[in-house]
């Protein structure tokens, strides 16, 4: 079995993260991010599940998720993974597109997986640019080259609709969750907030939003501690704050969705603080 390789570098000059595994056999659970990923496999295959539809993976598929996409992982033929993608903010997406077209808005990728997609070349070139640390004018313009053809071949216009849709009743348990994210929230709760019964909370909810109450809090509370982390908050206390019960328990589930733990992810951003 390879060794297993987690490498993430932050590029000051672009403001994205790029992400480089290696001899990964990590299953990732359902859950999303609040920001754009756009990555490819370059060994391993694995099964995608993304808004409720699955794809085999394979290496030369291009994967686009737009923020908040649910999606899950895991391994279907015993081989490690090697992955590739980098993680695009949605204010930093705001303004390449803006530096591109002119217009502020936000693109809305369709579908996530692009099959043998001829753009994973040109990524996995701006990849090796960001991995190697390279301030250099190409970088810039292979990344808006990039965007901008991904854009003109695989987006509707915007940011799509579908979560304006959703019942006054969801919306108002998605804010609940994103407010009291540190505290220890019960199901109790959410019935009480909406005056639904437990079973069908859990189901209407899981049915709208592709990922169930508890999962939806979990991402938030990664969120929330990612951003802690990349302002230098020591791990033991960004467990308190953000709602895990020890130091301990945060660090396992931290590493689980992002693939390193807490103190690795901290230390990418210390020379940005420094």
């Known amino acids: 079995m390879k060794q297993e390789m987690r490498i993430v570098k932050y590029d000051a000059q672009l403001k994205i993260e790029a992400y480089h595994f290696k001899g990964i ?5 359902n859950h999303f991010h609040e920001y754009y990923v756009i990555g490819f496999i370059e060994s391993g295959r694995r099964l ?3 808004k409720s539809k699955e794809y085999i993976i394979e290496p030369g598929d291009l994967l686009l998720f737009n923020p908040r996409d649910n999606h899950a992982c895991e ?8 992955y590739r993608c980098i993680n695009i903010q949605p204010e930093v997406m705001r303004r390449a597109v803006f530096a591109i077209t002119g217009e502020e808005l936000l693109p809305y990728f369709t579908p996530p997986v692009l099959f043998h997609n001829e753009w994973v070349a040109v990524l996995q070139d701006l990849h090796q640019m960001l991995m190697q640390e390279e301030a250099c004018f190409r970088k810039e313009e292979v990344f808006y080259f990039l965007l901008e053809q991904l854009m003109e071949e695989y987006t509707e216009q915007r940011i799509s609709t579908s979560t304006t849709a959703q019942s006054t009743k969801i919306t108002a348990i998605c804010e609940f969750l994103e407010k009291h994210y540190m505290d220890n929230i019960i199901l109790e709760d959410l019935c009480n907030l909406t005056g639904l019964s437990k079973y069908y909370l859990l189901r209407s909810f899981t ?32 467990a308190f704050k953000t709602g895990f019960t020890d130091q301990s328990h945060f660090s396992n589930f931290f590493k689980k969705f992002i693939g390193l733990t807490p103190k690795q992810y901290m230390n990418i951003f210390k020379d940005v603080r420094n």
């Open 25 to 29: 056999m990590q299953k990732f659970p």
């Open 48 to 50: 995608l599940s993304c």
């Open 75 to 82: 391994q279907i033929d015993g081989k490690t993974l090697d």
């Open 207 to 238: 049915k709208q939003m592709g990922i169930s109450p508890y999962s939806y809090l979990e991402t938030i509370r990664i969120d929330k501690a990612k951003k802690m982390l990349e302002h230098g908050i020591l791990p033991i206390d960004v």
